[in-house]
């Protein structure tokens, strides 16, 4: 139950398409949300990461456009 709610919380963060902080996700989300991620994954989100600086990360959600 409450990895469903940290899931939801975590696409409602994501969906906008732009890059959110490790720190940032930690605070909103919950400090184990690497596991969120991996949940996400899984049932088959793209979530991007990249590396800011030394022990710095920043994750996106991939939106795939629909080609008109």
Known sequence: ??????????LSILRDGRWHSSDELATKVSWRFGHTV????KKGYSIELRKVAHNQFEYRLVVASSIL
């Open 1 to 10: 139950m409450s990895r469903l709610s940290n899931l939801k919380r975590l």
């Open 38 to 41: 991996y949940e996400a994954r």
